[in-house]
T-cell receptor, first 111, second 112 residues
């Protein structure tokens, strides 16, 4: 079964520290992975996707098919990065285009 | 730039009452979705509509019905609300890139 696992419910770091939000997935085909973010009092929005291999707001994520992981990383966390982060697996099975979300990781960046 | 608009923002219901959550998008998207967000559970898909005139069940459809009224609007109905349906409900839409979804601001529903 397709599944997305985010092992950490809460991740707390100090400003300027590196941050890594973990995401592992279960999927037998060729996955499409995403990170969505929800800042306080804002809508859930796409942060980045593995296909584009881009850096958004200093965040990067590399798809590791061998480890079935798509961890989100940032070398120097900022207070404005505090938010809820969801890893999502897309384009699976018969429901093409339906995203399967992980349970989310709340990132708290302390001053 | 309205994007995806949900109404109402907040609602309190008594067990057994019914209500409809409204969602409209102005991006000419074909696909629309309803999710619920519960603490520790992430977002779970209730129903989706891949195109106007079609609807399909998601992961947690029990207790809900949907209507794709036209291309813009996708409503979610609770016929007989239960406390287990207390949640935050999100509507989303997507265009050709179906995995890139645009979300509404959410409806916070409490069922007493």
């Amino acid at each position: 079964a397709q599944r997305v696992t985010q092992p950490e419910k809460l991740l707390s770091v100090f400003k300027g520290a590196p941050v890594e939000l973990k995401c592992n997935y279960s999927y037998s085909g060729s996955p499409e992975l995403f990170w969505y973010v929800q800042y306080s009092r804002q809508r859930l929005q796409l942060l980045l996707r593995h296909i584009s291999r881009e850096s958004i707001k200093g965040f990067t994520a590399d798809l590791n098919k061998g480890e079935t992981s798509f961890h989100l990383k940032k070398p120097f966390a900022q207070e404005e990065d505090s938010a809820m982060y969801y890893c999502a697996l897309g384009g699976t099975g018969g429901s093409q285009g339906n995203l399967i979300f992980g349970k989310g990781t709340k990132l708290s960046v302390k001053p | 730039n309205a994007g995806v608009t949900q109404t109402p923002k907040f609602q309190v219901l008594k067990t057994g009452q019914s209500m409809t959550l409204q969602c409209a998008q102005d991006m000419n998207h074909n696909s629309m979705y309803w999710y619920r967000q519960d603490p520790g559970m992430g977002l779970r898909l209730i129903y989706y509509s891949a195109s106007e005139g079609t609807t399909d069940k998601g992961e947690v459809p029990n207790g809900y019905n949907v209507s794709r009224l036209n291309k813009r609007e996708f409503s979610l109905r609770l016929e007989s609300a239960a406390p287990s349906q207390t949640s935050v409900y999100f509507c989303a839409s997507s265009g050709d890139r179906r995995n890139i979804q645009y979300f509404g601001a959410g409806t916070r529903l409490s069922v007493l």
